[in-house]
């Protein structure tokens, strides 16, 4: 039958297991999805964290495989061997708009498909506005440029208002030539289909516009949601409806042909057909005008455009990872970098930390080269590494509560503080030295199961320490049943040896009490108490690598003996004389009379402590 034992309340160690599992396993957790909110929260705030990012998509850009121009596309620049070479008064850019009339009869004629002009007409010159506006009428597929009059960001979206263009040019088609907002500095995507902010009036894009006139489907109204979608086109887009240029190469992919070849003639030398069918994109190809950044170099602002046509034409789109793949893949990576820290340790965690950050670099670069994903690449080790800060500190907190658990805290933060290869030290001062075990603790193993016993002994530990900590110390070491403590004069307390014997009348009156409850059976549960004052040296020993705190000295010998001594007269505590000495005043003792240690020449003065009195 088995024996019940009144008063027990077992705390197993694997109800505590699950209990830090649980704890531990919310902290990841926490971390994972708060880290990448935060960092989120952090890139719409700081736009320098965003401009990193923007970096990062420059270096994914340059690794791009370059792809041959499309074959559909001419480019026409007006450059300045052109302002050498057509009839003008005033060799100066704008050119009248009477030569643009016959440079489009001229293409009309070539049997070019869709002309495009990345030139703004916005001032009325209506002598060369009309001959211009019969010209473009005659083609049936023109696109003239409409120039933006101020161009912003405001909360992480690109504002603009465009100027007007020439009133007999209104009627055609007009496309936004639209590039990028300074702040941004580079050209990396276009607005499909902006708004102006003042009237509210939308525009194509100019690339856009160019396809949808080359299939016939400028007059379509286009569809905005997931995608920009227009005819044929139908254009994966970004947080704020932008596409993203793929380049097919550096600058002078696209070859242009002189704009005064075009007025003379002379570019039927190169292909009678060069035209036919074409896409025909006018504009500046001087080195000193019209030249904008991009992620592959500075290019003019013709060929930016013609990029984006062969981007929209051929349907080779760069696609946005999207906000919520971002967040899922940081917080994956954020969660794995934090269990990682929590199983292998700081210092393994910390290559974990590099390992997982490079191995992210590599996957983001070759998810953009291969399939033309953009992912944050900047942005998500932003968040690794905040993971790795706060998985560490909650790592290090950890470790530190374990720490103080092996030894008194203060000297866990003196050895946290000191350098790791500082030799072993110790220190002499006057002390008391307590020890303590549990008597017939070899008879209770035996006829108490385990668990009880385990009890036992985390009452009697857990009694222990707490009376310590009142008393203005902590326990020393456990051997076994046995408590090793020492108290120190400390500024504003009792003396050292009456805070030891107050220590030892505790551990009496607890050792009662867990005897009254009836755990450990008919055999009761008494414990052994012996005290000593003397010098000793108080540090750390051991050797080279390997170190641990302790005390040494004759005091500490003595106390352990007298605890022996203890059991052998009969009586809970023994103290040396030369603790009763420093304490006759403040506590009533029992005079045993000398006995013999081992170890000692001389015989000892003993007493038992039996209250102390209140002053």
């Known amino acids: 039958m088995a024996r019940s034992y009144p008063g027990l309340s077992i705390h197993g160690p694997r109800g505590l297991r699950v209990r830090g599992w649980d704890w531990r396993l919310l902290t990841l957790l926490l971390i994972a999805l708060l880290v990448p909110a935060v960092s989120r929260w952090l890139v719409a705030r700081w736009p320098t964290i965003h401009k990193l990012e923007l970096l990062a998509y420059d270096w994914h850009c340059r690794s791009l495989s370059r792809r041959a121009p499309d074959a559909r596309i001419v480019i026409v620049g007006m450059d300045e061997e052109s302002l050498e070479h057509l009839p003008l008064k005033h060799r100066t850019y704008p050119l009248p708009r009477t030569l643009h009339a016959r440079i489009v009869d001229i293409l009309r004629e070539a049997g070019a498909r869709v002309i495009a002009f990345d030139v703004m007409f916005t001032r009325s010159v209506p002598e060369e506005d009309r001959p211009f506006a019969e010209a473009i009428r005659r083609h049936g597929r023109v696109v003239t440029g409409i120039e933006p009059a101020e161009q912003w960001v405001e909360n992480g979206e690109e504002r603009v208002t465009f100027k007007e263009p020439a009133p007999l040019l209104r009627p055609h088609v007009i496309a936004s030539s639209l590039l990028v907002p300074p702040e941004l500095g ?187 994903l953009w992912v944050d690449t900047v942005e998500t080790l932003g968040a690794l590494a905040a993971t790795y800060v706060l998985a560490s500190a909650i790592e290090v907190r950890r470790m530190r509560r374990v720490f103080y658990r092996f030894m008194p805290s203060w000297v866990a933060e003196r050895m946290l503080q000191a350098p790791a290869e500082e030799p072993a030290q110790t220190a002499e001062r006057e002390a008391t030295v307590v020890f303590c075990d549990v008597r017939d603790y070899t008879a209770l193993s035996e006829q108490l199961p385990a668990e009880v016993v385990e009890e036992l002994l985390r009452r009697y530990f857990t009694a222990g320490e707490e009376a310590a900590r009142r008393l203005g110390t902590e326990l020393d070491k456990f051997v076994g049943d046995e408590i090793m403590l020492y108290f120190e004069a400390r500024r504003g307390a009792e003396p050292h040896p009456l805070r030891a014997v107050r220590w030892a009348l505790a551990m009496q009156e607890e050792a009662q009490r867990i005897s009254d409850s009836g755990i450990a059976g008919e055999m009761g549960f008494r414990v052994g108490v012996g005290i000593a004052t003397g010098m000793v040296r108080v540090g750390t020993v051991g050797a080279r690598k390997r170190i641990q705190h302790t005390v040494i000295g004759d005091a500490v010998n003595t106390a352990s003996r007298l605890q022996w001594v203890a059991r052998e007269v009969g009586r809970g505590i023994i103290m040396s004389e030369s603790t009763f000495t420093r304490v006759a005043d403040r506590v009533e003792a029992e005079r045993i009379g000398e006995v013999r240690v081992k170890g000692k020449a001389e015989p000892l003065m003993i007493y038992c402590p039996l209250r102390v009195l209140e002053a």
Not at 215 to 243: C, D, K, M, S, W
Not at 282 to 292: F, I, R, S
């Open 186 to 372: 580079k050209v990396r995507w276009f607005l499909p289909y902006p708004v102006d902010d003042r009237t509210a009036k939308r525009y194509l894009h100019f690339a856009v516009a160019v396809v949808a006139a080359y299939y016939g489907e400028v007059n379509q109204t286009p569809v905005v949601r997931r995608q920009f979608q227009l005819g044929h086109i139908r254009a994966p887009t970004g947080g704020v409806g932008e596409i993203l240029v793929r380049y097919a190469g550096p600058p002078g992919t696209f070859e242009s042909v002189p704009y005064h070849e075009v007025f003379s003639g002379g570019w039927k030398e190169r292909d009678p057909h060069l035209f036919r069918d074409k896409i025909v994109l006018l504009g500046a190809t001087d080195p000193l005008v019209d030249q904008h950044d991009t992620p592959v170099g500075q290019m003019h602002g013709v060929e930016i455009l013609a990029h984006a046509t062969q981007t929209v034409l051929q349907g080779t789109w760069l696609r946005h990872g999207g906000q919520a793949a971002n967040y899922l893949a940081k917080m994956a990576l954020c969660l794995l970098l934090a269990a990682s820290v929590w199983k292998l340790g700081l210092r393994r965690g910390s290559g974990m930390a590099l390992g997982v950050g490079l191995l992210w670099v590599i996957a983001s670069h070759q998810l953009f080269v291969r399939v033309g």
